[in-house]
């Protein structure tokens, strides 16, 4: 049984209600650096104030001026910039290292501000370019990977059994099965890039409501999976994913969503180090255990129980936000660079970036193929004084090199800059394939290809990120094509009378 012929959006003109919200936003952005002036934090010079504030004016222009019905890469990815390198301007203007916190001065915290504004101007510019110069030949694949086909009940049962069974792996991971040398494949397979993907699309095509349920419920459910993991990013990832998916096909974002992200983010990551000490430090945790273990870390981290009492509330959800601040800033670690470099640290030179096309070669043909985490990660965290050889040795949690940081130590400010410019390159290709997939033609393949290529996080170093986001961006290949494969074997061929037969 066939549904009809994928649905084919044309692109759309910008509504009036929606150019009345860009306009708008302009007064709401010269209200957002007067906020900045008036209410950042006194460790911060007023240069400092400005930059942030015009840092969070780029943000809010990107979400508002976002392109209609497409995969908002710039927007979430700007959004994220600034939660990172914008917002910590409203607390103390300190970072932590071997030493203990440590003040940063104010021509650090002015820098570091400023480099962030540099950045995020190089990446929009870059990425506008990039998504206006690659659109025809994001349309050009869009069409011969799924262009014109009929959607039938063959591709709903291919998509559901993908999706169904790259659950099925990421509850095996989570339960810590040992995959052995396939624990990577893996790990891309059962990303909610594919699953969700899969269907969500599944959902608008047949228009049923019992699609949709099921794609919601999916959604659930990866969170719950997520959250089983002890990692708040695994958690966020599948509602993210479905607002920007809703944002491709519908032109808005779902507010009731962002929102419930939101809240169920400032309330369980507080718990986080408490469910990690209680789960993954005890052998043999069964499922339940792991789901349960959570009301247990939430009881610890909000009630006071040597004195069998409750904490008061204000408190709680103080320290809340102060630690889901804690867990966004990056500006501190970028000030803490800049006031390093070149005094204490060199500058790094571009070696290890022009290393990266060699990583992707396989372990076998290079037994010594450095491992990507120290190569950068635990490279900054020593230089840096974050961590000692010792303590990381000891399984203590990675700390990732900052992308603005990471420039400026490479190559000083031009590094800042290229950094940025092939990160906006990236961005406006996602923009662009998923232009190309929901504006003209309506692809699958489009979506998987610009949610796999929009993963890569703007505050984190973008070129020691980059071979694994191409490594999904290929999973996300190979699954299109095996949906594809799989459902023209369901399909029932037509068969013509043969020849004499009446």
């Not at 000490?277 to 981290?301: C, H, Q, V």
């Not at 990675?398 to 992308?403: E, G, N, V």
């Amino acid at each position: 049984m066939n549904v009809g012929a994928p649905e084919t959006t044309p692109v759309l003109r910008v509504a009036g209600r929606t150019w009345a919200a860009r306009i708008l936003v302009w007064p709401l952005c010269v209200a957002v650096v007067v906020v900045h002036f008036v209410m950042a934090h006194d460790d911060f010079p007023t240069a400092a104030r400005l930059y942030a504030g015009l840092l969070a004016c780029v943000a809010v222009l990107c979400v508002a001026y976002a392109p209609i019905r497409v995969v908002p890469a710039l927007a979430i990815g700007m959004s994220y910039f600034y939660a990172a390198l914008g917002a910590p301007v409203f607390a103390r203007g300190t970072t932590f290292s071997v030493f203990g916190p440590i003040r940063l001065p104010p021509s650090a915290l002015q820098d570091a501000t400023l480099a962030a504004l540099l950045f995020a101007c190089v990446v929009v510019a870059s990425a506008t370019i990039s998504d206006r110069a690659t659109r025809r030949v994001a349309w050009g694949i869009a069409r011969r990977l799924e262009g014109g086909e009929t959607y039938g009940l063959e591709h709903t049962v291919v998509a559901r059994t993908l999706a169904f069974f790259a659950l099925g792996v990421k509850l095996a991971l989570v339960m810590n099965v040992n995959f052995g040398s396939l624990k990577q494949p893996a790990n891309l397979f059962s990303a909610p890039v594919i699953v969700t993907t899969l269907l969500f699309w599944d959902a608008e095509q047949t228009k049923r409501t019992s699609a949709r349920y099921l794609f919601w419920i999916t959604v659930g459910v990866q969170w719950v999976l997520g959250m089983m993991s002890g990692m708040m990013g695994n958690a966020l990832a599948p509602p993210v994913m479905a607002a920007a998916l809703l944002w491709a096909r519908r032109g808005h974002l779902p507010a009731g969503l962002l929102a419930a992200g939101a809240c169920a983010f400032l309330i369980f990551n507080p718990a986080k180090v408490t469910y990690r000490k209680i789960t993954w430090f005890t052998p043999e945790t069964t499922s339940l255990e792991r789901f349960t273990n959570w009301g247990d870390a939430l009881w610890i981290t909000y009630f006071d129980r040597e004195n069998d009492g409750l904490e008061d509330v204000g408190t709680s959800f103080e320290n809340s936000l102060g630690s889901a601040a804690m867990r966004l800033n990056t500006l501190g670690q970028v000030a803490q660079m800049f006031d390093w470099v070149p005094e204490r640290v060199p500058h790094a030179g571009p070696d290890r970036w022009l290393t990266v096309p060699k990583l992707l070669m396989p372990r076998a043909l290079w037994p010594d193929k450095p491992i990507q985490e120290e190569f950068f990660n635990k490279n900054y965290t020593f230089q840096f004084r974050l961590q000692t050889p010792q303590a990381a040795a000891s399984g203590t949690t990675s700390i990732t090199l900052p992308s603005v940081g990471d420039g400026y130590w490479r190559l000083g400010w031009p590094g800042v800059a290229i950094e940025a410019a092939f990160l906006g390159l990236i961005i406006g290709w996602a923009q662009a394939v998923g232009r190309g997939g929901v504006s003209r033609i309506a692809s699958r393949t489009s979506l998987l290809l610009a949610a796999s290529l929009m993963q890569l996080h703007t505050d984190l170093h973008t070129f020691g990120l980059l071979n694994g986001a191409l490594q999904q961006l290929v999973v996300a290949l190979v699954v299109a094509w095996v949906a594809k494969w799989m459902a023209d074997l369901l399909a029932a061929p037509s068969l013509a009378p043969a020849q004499g037969q009446v």
